[in-house]
């Protein structure tokens, strides 16, 4: 059976995990349906299996019945053969039977699937972890915001112990202010039961980490609940699993476990604005104050790509500390249908960008330079999107090509790689406890 | 087609079908296709009406979309109009008593005052939509005001469908085309027309007096 | 109106129609010449048109497939842009669905439901063609958007909101599907009525309800699942429309809409549709398994009532395509637990096909095989269809190839093997000559193991977690293998299709040098084979009296006094001669085919130009009219109905001429106006 | 379904002898303009107290038109004089719509 349905065990040691982040399978890793990693799949797998198992005897016995009769009653031809068989026309009982026979079973597996149905959609209201925020302690029932928009996921995370309505949530494009904003890769406790709230800002998409749960779309103007868990810490990868338009296909995203010590300080590093060194904190001072200094060619790398972010990049992405503030007004919304790009504060914090699709860091665990530069080039080709040659009025769907020279690129690189903890920051550090 | 179900036992010769509607039932085809088309209606209407339901009180985000069509209703007058629609339906059943009592210029009356009663109906329709749009409820503003139209719109269209066929059995009767034989078709359209006006008993009840909260 | 007592002066109709001489009546073969077949309303001509179009619509469908299949033979498929795969995968589940399988269970409708009850034509043959030409206009008008529309529509078969909104999808791919499934809709609509009234009023004399073949039944219950379901589509095209065309809200989350709206009402359609597309298959099974078992077919009455529960079943589980939508735990509990229990009617069918075949003695023929290849391999699919109805496990398995694994066993190893199993078992009584047998088996087992190498893997790629509508994958999930061998597969069937193409090539080569099938080649069971073959233009010389179920059967066999089966009649015994002279046939006319081109016209006006849309609506109006005005016969025909016979009768001539009208008016007239 | 097999004349004709006059149409209308004057009351009612009573005057209506469309089916589209078969195919379109959509909103959490 495993290795019909091709099963690679995924161990939990750290150097497997390790690896497993690092060895550039960050995109490409399993989807497994048949391999649960936490309670709620766990049940779901063990009502399917049951039923597989029935459905399988049941497929045997039909197609071995119609298997044994065509081979016992075939003739080969009816010419001369005057002999009718008996004219059986029918016979109540057996067709109850057969009618009430199943519907019997049918009963049995309706009565389970209840069971596992309102179990899984009930919310533990219990579940409230302590959680330090800006030094204190707060009580934080696990509640994650999941907003879906083409083609990327971004994770919301808001802590000050407050529940989060959904009423305050009501207009997707301006959600209130978030603790942590993150894109494609989020993070949870283990052992702990986070609640998702899932919605859209454009279309539908559906959020899926086979391992951890099962689907939930998410469509705009609704809020659903689900939840999710993991036993044990790792990494675990989903896939945008409605029809979402053009890149669909590309639309994943990761769920990363961590054992709540390093979820409290995976907390803190994302909590905190972005950090600039001297230089490139006058310049941001200077921008935020609305007087935008001039950069030139002398400048380092860093700065003239925080100059040239500030020109191409940040009317879409936001990077708090810098452009949430704008000629001293607050950043709002950007140029996308969906009215938001992903927040960038912490970029060099995940693994992956680009809606999960590409490694942000090398199996050296350097900075992968040439995907973020193939990605600044061209978007479009590396995930198809509506981003380009738009009609009037259109709004671009997707990363933009903002005709950067080589040069530019190598640069706003340069200043993203300043962004968020480096190359062994939080997520390879957290994951090597255990 | 009563000529398709030629009854060989009753009659060798191929025109033997012809007792009455020779059908299997007795009823004629076409009757039986009007009330088959009618029971489909039922869920056109259906989904409509469902639509506005749901959507009744939805003025959408933004200021300047927030007046929605229960905002202006006019219950007097929409009254009357529903009033004059349910007195057509009298009025077509007394066509159809007229033709089969053979009098036709009653049968004509009759029909041409319910096409009239209909288009006074249509012509209510007409002022309310002019007078929702200049009180702010324009089709693309909100759900609600897109579903109101809507429903109010595909049942006004078959309103006025009703009124081309009475017209034309009108032309026809007035050609003199139209004998006490056939009251079928009269009554086939009247079935028509009457399903129409209890849709309306339904929108009238539902949409407009039903008070929204 | 319409009232036609003598021929109008007037009338438009009389010049147009065909010059058809009305006293001969061995259908000419392939009819004479192209005239003849635009303006029949012979409900076998329109039959053959249907199967004709559909098979047509099939390798449009299949060669889309074959695309699909290609991109997602090896990661990373470079053979389709994401846009064009898109629009791909849409326009395949679209064609297969509206313009494939629907039309070819419409083709077995039109030309079996009449000669099974014994009746002369459809209770509407003008409605009937117009049926067929509506449906044709429309197929052409949703594919015409490859050329006019700037691509095909990419927003899935089911189109969910707002991806479809203008603002997703600004090509008129979408405007295409909503107007072309809103004329094939109409299509349905009218022929569903058509068939309704034909089986309730058409049947020969002792022909109850419960004596109709079980195809006649299970046809009849879809046309009442399409009456139903029709008018909850349009309504939702309708609405998808006007938020497109005419910026109606009613899908745009940014105004405060929806998006389930769509999804309901869809899906409120689409579940009964999954029925429409199978029980005809279903229906031609329950003859070929009794022919082919020489039994009668065991629990007639279960199969009928089955088939009736399904349709009646079918529409109270539309929301388990939504258990992950968000709509409420207690919906999706209570659409969970009634889909379950559809499993029971669908069991009482498979396990009642199977009784027959208990006992029985079973000729293998292709039809046979066909049969029962069915009964199999619709029983996978249906099982995987309960596994899905357990609402948990389906949120792991929703919108994965493990669904896709599941509709195509029930849609292809259902419905397409059904049909095809029909398609070789009815041949000789629609074309007179038989589709050679050995081809016949080499086109079944190559489609059956093409069919399950395609199809099977898809249930591991599922489960493995490929995401369906995905236009690439990556080499590190592990779905490389699997999907080669699926598309492998595909191929494999596209070569059982060209065998099926060249048997039937063949087969009417060879088909002079062979003896005639005669009426009735397999022995088999119900009035069409009472005829002859071809079946002649007037069906039956004299209407049959049935007396008792499986009746052209019981004209052949008897009981001896052991309640042994013994021949009381041999088959040129008992068949009509198809010699009958002077039969009332219903004229042939061309304004169905003038309503249904005015349509298309409609849906080109409100995409480019609405002025288009006058000339379309005109164009449908004077159909409709000159329909209604032309005189119900052939005036110079020469044909033995006069109009000399007492004057109350004509009122039943006119049923068509005038009443008819009416009422062609009103369905036409309102649907060409809507 | 309950169908006669054969032509019979009763079933053909059965309209023409207990036709209702049109003096019973003229009646059958007067009562449904009289409902409807009293579903027109409520929405004055209604708008001078107009929390007042609101289920019941939901209720009322909505069995008033529920009479309205019986009487308007049965005696103007005269189905309680004809063939049963047509109530059946109607009521079957009607009963369906109206299980269907009521389900369908209830998805939708509407009678909440
Ligand atoms: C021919 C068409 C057809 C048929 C007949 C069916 C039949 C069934 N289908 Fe299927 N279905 C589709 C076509 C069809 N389906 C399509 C096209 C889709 C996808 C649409 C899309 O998303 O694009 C779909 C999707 C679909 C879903 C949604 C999945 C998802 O998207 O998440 C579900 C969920 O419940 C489902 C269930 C069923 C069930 C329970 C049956 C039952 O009717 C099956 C009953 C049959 C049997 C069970 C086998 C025989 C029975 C026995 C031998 C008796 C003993 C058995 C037991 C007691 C178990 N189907
Ligand atoms: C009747 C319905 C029907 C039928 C018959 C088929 C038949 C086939 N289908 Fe499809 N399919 C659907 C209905 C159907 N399908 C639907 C509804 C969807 C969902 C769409 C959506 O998601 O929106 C779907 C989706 C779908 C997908 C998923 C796409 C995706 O999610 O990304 C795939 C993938 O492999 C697929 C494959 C196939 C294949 C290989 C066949 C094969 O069986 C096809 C076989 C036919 C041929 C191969 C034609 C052969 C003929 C020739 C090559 C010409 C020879 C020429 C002459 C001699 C003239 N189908
Ligand atoms: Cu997002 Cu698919
Ligand atoms: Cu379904």
């Known amino acids: 059976m495993s290795d019909l349905f091709n099963v690679r065990r995924r161990g939990t040691g750290t150097g497997l995990l390790l690896a497993l982040l690092l060895a550039g399978c960050a995109s490409d890793a399993e989807l497994d349906t048949l391999e649960p990693q936490s309670p709620v799949a766990d049940e779901i797998w063990g009502l399917a299996l049951p039923v597989f198992i029935i459905a399988g005897v049941v497929l045997v016995l039909v197609c071995g019945a119609v298997l044994w009769l ?106 209130p202010p978030a603790d942590i904003v993150t894109s494609g890769q989020f993070a949870i406790p283990t052992g702990q039961e986070v609640e998702l709230i899932i919605t859209s800002r454009d279309v539908i998409h559906s959020h899926w980490i086979p391992a951890l749960n099962g689907k939930r779309d998410a469509v705009p103007g609704r809020f659903a609940p689900w939840k999710i868990e993991a036993y044990d810490p790792g990494v675990y990868f989903g896939q945008c699993t409605e029809f979402c338009g053009l890149s669909h296909s590309r639309m994943r995203m990761q769920t990363i476990a961590l054992d709540p010590p390093d979820f409290q300080a995976w907390i803190d590093e994302q909590m905190a604005p972005a950090t600039f060194d001297a230089e490139l904190q006058a310049y941001v001072d200077a921008y935020r104050a609305g007087e935008p200094a001039a950069v030139d060619d002398e400048a380092s790398a860093e700065l003239r790509g925080l100059d040239v972010f500030a020109a191409q990049c940040a009317s879409c992405h936001l990077v708090n500390g810098f452009n949430d503030m704008v000629n001293g007004e607050p950043y709002d919304g950007a140029d996308v249908v969906s009215g938001s790009a992903p927040d960038l504060t912490h970029l060099m914090g995940r693994t992956t960008f680009a809606g999960g699709i590409l490694n942000l860091y090398n199996e050296d665990g350097t900075v992968n330079v040439d995907d973020l530069a193939r990605w600044i080039r061209d978007p479009n080709g590396i995930k198809e999107n509506f981003a380009d040659g738009l009609a009037d009025g259109e709004l671009p769907r997707g990363m933009p090509d903002r005709n950067l020279t080589e040069r530019q690129i190598d640069d706003v690189i340069a200043f993203l790689i300043t962004l968020g903890p480096d190359a062994d920051g939080w997520m390879i550090d957290a994951t090597e406890v255990e | 087609m ?36 009618l029971g489909s209606e039922c869920l056109l209407f259906g989904g409509l009406i469902s639509t506005y339901l749901l959507y009744k009180t939805n003025r959408g985000p933004g200021p300047e979309n927030t007046v929605i069509p229960t905002d202006v209703f006019d219950i007097p007058f929409t009254s009357v109009s529903s009033f004059v629609l349910l007195m057509s339906s009298l009025t077509m059943v007394l066509a159809l008593s007229a033709l089969t009592r053979g009098d036709n210029p009653a049968t004509r009356a009759w029909l041409l005052t319910t096409a009239m009663l209909g288009g006074v109906f249509i012509g209510g329709q007409v002022y309310e939509f002019t007078s929702f749009i200049r009180e702010g409820v324009g089709f693309t503003h909100n759900p609600a005001s897109s579903a109101f139209y809507t429903l109010t719109g595909f049942h006004g269209v078959h309103v006025s469908l009703g009124i081309v066929m009475l017209m034309s059995l009108y032309v026809a009767s007035k050609q003199g085309k139209l004998q006490p034989k056939h009251t079928e078709t009269v009554e086939i359209v009247g079935l028509y027309w009457h399903f129409v006006d209890v849709v309306w008993i339904f929108i009238f009840t539902v949409i407009y007096l039903i008070p929204v909260d | 109106m319409a009232v036609t007592d003598e021929p109008l002066a007037l009338t438009t109709g009389e010049d147009l129609v065909v010059d058809r001489p009305l006293g001969v009546f061995t259908r000419p073969q392939g009819g004479k010449g192209w005239r003849d077949w635009l303006s029949t309303v012979d409900h076998k001509k329109i039959g053959i048109m249907y199967g004709v179009a559909a098979m047509f619509f099939f390798v449009v469908g299949g060669i889309e497939a074959l695309l699909i299949r290609l991109q997602l033979a090896a990661p990373d498929g470079q053979i389709l842009s994401a846009d064009v795969y898109n629009q791909v995968f849409t326009m395949h589940g679209v064609t297969m669905v509206f313009l494939f399988i629907m039309p070819l269970a419409a083709a077995f409708a039109n030309y079996l439901i009449p000669l099974q009850i014994g009746a002369r034509d459809v209770a509407f043959p003008r409605l009937n063609a117009l049926s067929f030409w509506v449906w044709l206009s429309g197929a052409i008008f949703l594919n015409t958007s490859w050329i006019v529309g700037g691509g095909g529509a990419d927003c899935g078969w089911f189109c969910y909101s707002p991806n479809s909104g203008l603002a997703f999808s600004p090509s008129h791919g979408v405007d295409f599907y909503a107007l072309g499934l809103q004329i094939a809709g109409i299509a349905s609509l009218v022929s569903a009525i058509n068939l309704i009234v034909t089986c309730l009023n058409m049947r020969a004399p002792g022909m109850s309800l419960f004596r109709m073949p079980v195809l006649t039944w299970m046809l009849l219950v879809t046309q009442f699942l399409l009456l139903f379901a029709i008018p909850v589509i349009t309504v939702a095209l309708f609405l998808l429309m006007f938020d497109r065309l005419f910026d109606a809200q009613f899908f745009n989350p940014e105004a405060g809409a929806d998006p389930l709206l769509w999804q309901h009402l869809f899906w409120i359609f689409g579940h009964p549709e999954v029925y429409i597309i199978i029980l005809p298959a279903f229906g031609v099974v329950s003859e070929i398994i009794p022919t082919f078992s020489r039994k009668p077919i ?127 078992f009815w041949w000789p009584k629609v074309f007179g000559f038989m589709l050679n047998e050995t081809w016949g088996k080499v086109h079944f087992w190559t489609m059956l193991i093409g069919f399950n190498l395609t199809f099977g893997p898809m249930h591991v790629l599922g489960l493995q977690g490929m995401s ?163 005189p119900v016969d052939d005036p110079d025909a020469d044909h033995d109905h006069g109009h000399d016979d007492h004057d109350d009768d004509d009122d039943d001539d006119d049923g068509e001429g005038a009443e008819a009208e009416m009422a062609d008016a009103t369905a036409g007239a309102e649907e060409g106006a809507d | 379904m309950n169908m006669t097999e054969t032509v019979t004349e009763t079933a053909t004709h059965e309209e023409s002898h207990d036709h209702p006059s049109d003096w019973d149409y003229v009646k059958i209308a007067l009562l449904l303009g009289a409902i409807t004057a009293v579903e ?44 049963s078969i047509f109530t059946k195919l109607f009521g079957g379109g009607l009963a369906l719509a109206t299980i269907v959509y009521i389900i369908a909103l209830s998805a939708f959490e509407f009678w909440a």
């Open chain 1, 70 to 175: 065509s081979l016992k009653n075939r003739v080969a031809t009816y010419e001369g053969d005057d002999e009718f068989p008996a004219q059986t026309a029918h016979n109540n009982p057996l067709e109850l039977g057969w009618t009430i026979g199943p519907a019997i079973l049918m009963a049995i597996i309706a009565v389970a699937t209840s069971v596992v149905h309102f179990s899984i959609n009930s919310v533990d209201e219990e579940n409230a972890m302590p959680l330090t925020v800006h030094g204190e302690t707060v009580d934080w029932e696990p509640t994650v915001v999941v907003v879906g928009q083409q083609w990327w996921w971004e994770y919301r995370y808001y802590l000050d112990g407050q529940q989060i309505t959904t009423e305050q949530l009501a207009d997707q494009r301006n959600l």
């Open chain 2, 2 to 37: 009563a000529t398709a179900t030629v009854d060989a036992a009753v009659d060798s010769h191929d025109e033997g079908g012809h007792d009455d509607h020779g059908t299997t039932t007795g009823i004629s085809n076409t009757k039986l296709a009007m009330w088959v088309f």
């Open chain 3, 468 to 630: 369906r509508r995905i236009d690439t994958y990556s080499p590190g999930f592990g779905f490389a293998f699997w999907n080669l061998i699926a598309t492998i597969g595909a191929f494999i069937i596209a070569l059982s299709v060209v065998v099926f193409f060249l048997n039937v090539w063949k087969s009417r080569r060879d088909a002079p040098h062979l003896p005639a099938p005669g009426p009735d080649p397999w022995d088999a069971r119900s009035l069409e084979w009472m005829i002859q073959s071809p079946a002649p233009e007037h069906n039956f010389d004299e209407v049959p009296i049935v007396e008792s179920d499986d009746e052209w059967w019981h004209r052949k066999y008897g009981y001896d006094e052991n309640k042994n089966v013994v021949r009381i009649a041999t088959i040129e015994e008992a068949t009509q001669k198809g010699d009958a002279v002077g039969v009332h046939l219903p004229a042939p006319s061309f304004w169905p085919l003038v309503v249904a081109l005015g349509l298309p016209i409609i849906g080109y006006g409100l995409i480019f130009n609405l002025w288009l849309c006058v000339l379309g609506g005109a164009l449908v109006g004077l159909g409709i009219y000159s329909w209604a005005l032309e």
């Open chain 3, 298 to 424: 065991f629990g007639y009455s279960f199969m009928v009532f089955s088939g009736i529960a399904i349709g009646f079943m079918g529409w109270g589980v539309w929301a388990h395509h939504m258990f992950v939508s968000g709509i409420g735990p207690l919906s999706v509990w209570a659409f969970s637990m009634s889909t379950m229990f559809i499993a029971v009617p669908t069991g009482v069918k498979i396990l009642n096909w199977l009784a027959t075949m208990w006992g029985g003695k079973l000729r293998f023929t292709t039809a046979m095989l066909f049969a029962v290849g069915t009964v199999a391999m619709f029983t996978i699919g249906g099982l995987s269809g309960v596994t899905h109805a357990l609402a948990p496990a389906d949120t792991q398995q929703t919108d994965t190839y493990y669904i896709v694994a599941h509709f195509h066993y029930v849609i292809f190893g259902g419905g397409v093997l059904g049909l095809m199993g029909g398609l070789y």
């Open chain 4, 40 to 83: 027109v009351l409520t929405y004055f009612e209604s708008a001078i107290t107009v929390f007042e009573n609101n289920a019941f005057t939901i209720a009322s209506l909505i069995v008033m038109m529920v009479v309205k469309f019986y009487l308007v089916a049965m005696y103007f589209m005269h189905l309680k004089h004809d063939n």
